[in-house]
């Protein structure tokens, strides 16, 4: 499970899966449709300060997906 954070910084729980060098992103478990997909090509993962979820008070630990200054 990870959580995806939304345009207002709200926390929403989706299911992710890793496949090859694309990770993709379900609202479920059993959904066959993927919402969000990133290839991880040429990508770096950039660590970011811990955030508290106002909503749960649970402590988050994100990551970004970087592309590399030559991509677009």
């Known amino acids: 499970m990870c959580f995806l954070k939304t345009k207002t910084d709200k926390f929403k729980d989706h299911w992710a899966v890793l496949n090859g ?22 990508t770096f993962v950039k660590d970011l300060p811990a955030e508290k979820d106002p909503d749960s008070d649970k402590q988050f630990y994100p990551v970004k997906i970087v592309l590399s200054p030559n991509k677009s």
């Open 21 to 42: 060098g694309e990770i993709f992103c379900f609202r479920d478990k059993q959904d066959t449709k993927f919402r969000v997909m990133h290839s991880l090509a040429g």
